[in-house]
């Protein structure tokens, strides 16, 4: 008897330890799966401690402090009042507070509102803290607010620093910290920050900022800013050092409103001058007039390149109230200019801001525009659209070589964004048909004369997209059919409308026998008594038919549970589980695990399903792994087993982690 008893403790232990091995060859197949780490700090984060980086936060209201976490690592922080870190040689060091990052990515994480001077630290390269092993550091707290309506600077490298202007009509106010130093100036254009400008005689010499200070009819208020660390002389400061910054006075910009074009600089085109605009003018559209803004001084050339003719600007002709297109000759298909602020020398061409403007020539015909029911539409007119409505667009073709279109926000600053080009001649005019996508755009035009003349911006349209009803065209329910117990739980049905997009989603439900089960207006079935019934859903909308859907529920006495729940490893017994039924199949809610992994809730059919575990304060997929949570789709379903994919919590992407769980 004895030698028997040995021999069923001897099984025992052979099949305990085939269980074993197999867990761990599951668990060794999961942990597998792993995706690539990533420890790149962010963007304005200070090295701190070993992997560790910072940096403060700073609003109209406090200072917080966050920290990124290298993955595989851990430590404590307080803030104190003292530099000299005595806190770490302390017997107690209940103040410090654990942070660590489990997971297989770098995370920040805010240690919240500061509330001393210092940031002590101890941190550990692994995931299990030892004050035996510990790197400490002490971070000195700025402790500096962003005043309300203050814009804060930003760094090459992105980071935040103790510096913020407001502009208010003409008056610029500025805010610093302590001991740092901004130096500040006023121009009409949009000139460079150099130490050589504190030196020039032809440019007012840099002022120390000191109180809010009025532009006057300048544009611009430049400024140039040094923290604490780097001020010295201002004769002696460096400039490589300058956090610059040009500030647009919008009280002193030029209302340009009713001109057509805008001056570009040609060396860089995305830098528009508020210096300067053009626009067409007189009968025949062979001038143009400039504004210009006072202390500004222009000179301007004809050529036939839009960069050769550069050097004869600084002997060019002073821009004037017009320039007369018709004095250029043939040729010339450029007017050039070069523009000085103001001090600057006239006759020295690298002291200028320089750009072209193509001469237009003379006024072409307008482009003839219709609708979708071929009424005339006219230049500025608003209209609105359907999505694949469509507009027509001709001219002569006794005038025109070619005919482009655009649809957009704004005008483009290049031809070459414009599209649908219409170069053949039908019936002696060139027509295209414009198919509107939606949106609220505008429509351009621009057109190419047979002369060779080009003209843009002659006619534009204004357009927004109609509201449009789409009627349901089917329904569906997620279940067809019910198996109920009287007493058991309720079930909710989950309609869908085609198509998702429908104007009018409302439904109504009904019951074909109240007696055995009644339903809700959100398709919640209650079983009532024994026997069937039919669940009807109708969508209210009838636009294009009596839309509906049906369940048959079965409702029976029987005591056998047909209940089936999820069932989790049993390593997370008594730990929270949120569960998310995202189209029914059951309840969502905040569970706690059984000691065989039971999530104790009844999942029915194939739901869609989240699922978010909670362990000492930190969300977990259904692997365990920190940082994120599991998900399913309907269609992840195997009969009673389902694949859970891992997302990052907060997004939707995926960790490339994978478990599979059972129902039973």
Not at 66 to 85: A, E, L, Q, W
Not at 547 to 555: E, G, I, L, P, R
């Amino acid at each position: 008897m004895k030698n028997l008893s040995k021999l069923f403790v001897g099984i025992a232990l052979i099949f305990g330890a085939m269980i074993l091995i197999n867990s761990c060859a599951m668990n060794a197949t999961i942990d597998d799966v792993k995706p690539v780490v990533t420890d790149t700090p962010p963007t304005g984060y200070d090295l701190l401690i070993g992997s560790l980086y910072g940096r403060e936060v700073v609003d109209s209201a406090e200072v917080s402090y966050k920290i990124s976490i290298k993955p595989k690592t851990c430590g404590r922080y307080m803030f104190s009042n003292s530099s000299s870190g005595s806190e770490f040689d302390a017997t107690s060091k209940t103040a410090f507070k654990l942070f660590v990052n489990t997971g297989d990515d770098r995370v920040q994480k805010s240690l919240g509102v500061v509330t001393g001077t210092n940031l002590l630290v101890a941190f550990c390269d692994s995931e299990t803290f030892d004050w035996n092993k510990a790197k400490t550091t002490v971070i000195p707290i700025t402790g500096w607010l962003l005043k309300t309506g203050y814009t804060q600077l930003q760094n090459t490298d992105g980071k935040n620093v103790t510096m913020a202007c407001k502009v208010d009509g003409k008056v610029v106010s500025v805010d610093t910290a302590t001991g740092d130093l901004v130096l500040i100036a006023f121009d009409n254009i949009d000139r460079s920050l150099t130490a050589a400008d504190n030196t020039d005689a032809s440019i007012p010499d840099w002022v120390t900022y000191t109180t809010s200070m009025d532009s006057g009819a300048s544009v611009y208020a430049i400024v140039a800013y040094w923290p604490a660390a780097d001020v010295v002389a201002v004769a002696s400061l460096d400039w490589s050092k300058a956090i610059k910054k040009s500030i647009l006075i919008s009280a002193n910009k030029v209302d340009y409103d009713k001109f057509d074009k805008t001056f570009i600089n040609s060396s860089n085109p995305t830098k528009s001058l508020e210096g300067i605009r053009f626009m067409l003018a007189g009968a025949d559209m062979k001038q143009v007039s400039p504004s210009v803004l006072s202390g500004v001084t222009v000179k301007w050339a004809f050529s036939a390149y839009s960069s050769s003719g550069y050097p004869t600007l600084t002997t060019g002709n002073p821009l004037g109230s017009s320039i007369d297109l018709s004095t250029s000759s043939s040729s010339d298909k450029f007017l050039l200019v070069a523009l000085w602020g103001r001090g600057k020398n006239t006759a020295n061409l690298a002291d200028a801001v320089f750009g072209y403007y193509e001469l237009t020539g003379i006024k072409l015909p307008a482009v003839d525009v219709r609708g979708p029911d071929s009424t005339g539409l006219s230049h500025g007119q608003n209209i609105a659209l359907a999505v694949g409505e469509k507009l027509t667009a001709s001219v002569s073709g006794s005038d025109y070589s070619e005919l482009y279109y655009y649809i957009g926000t704004s005008e483009p600053s290049s031809k070459s964004t414009y599209s649908g080009i219409q170069n053949r001649e039908l019936n002696g005019k060139l027509t295209m048909e414009i198919t509107y996508t939606g949106g609220t755009n505008s429509l351009y035009f621009w057109g190419k004369g047979k002369n060779g003349v080009t003209y843009g911006d002659f006619f534009r349209l204004s357009i927004s997209q109609k509201t449009v009803a789409y009627p349901v065209t089917s329904i569906s329910l997620s279940q067809t059919s019910l198996s109920m117990q009287v007493g058991g739980s309720p079930v909710t049905l989950v309609v869908t409308i085609n198509p998702n997009n429908a104007s009018n989603q409302a439904c109504n439900w009904a019951t074909s026998n109240s007696a055995v089960a009644i339903v809700s207006a959100t398709g919640v079935v209650t079983q009532v008594g024994a026997g069937t019934a039919t669940i009807t859903v109708t969508a209210q909308d009838q636009t294009a038919g009596i839309k509906t859907a049906t369940c048959s529920v079965t409702v029976s006495n029987t005591s056998v549970s047909t209940d089936k729940y999820l069932y989790l490893s049993t390593t997370w017994a008594g730990q929270q589980v949120k569960i998310t039924f995202e189209n029914g199949g059951g309840t969502t809610g905040t569970y706690t695990v059984g000691s065989d992994g039971k999530i104790p809730t009844v999942v029915s059919g194939t739901p869609k399903l989240s699922l978010n575990l909670f362990y000492e304060g930190k969300g977990l997929d259904a692997a365990g792994n920190s940082g994120a949570y599991s998900q399913c789709q309907s269609s992840d379903w195997n009969g009673d087993s389902v694949l859970f994919t891992s997302y990052t919590n907060g997004t939707f992407t995926a960790t490339g982690r994978t478990v599979t769980l059972t129902r039973k």
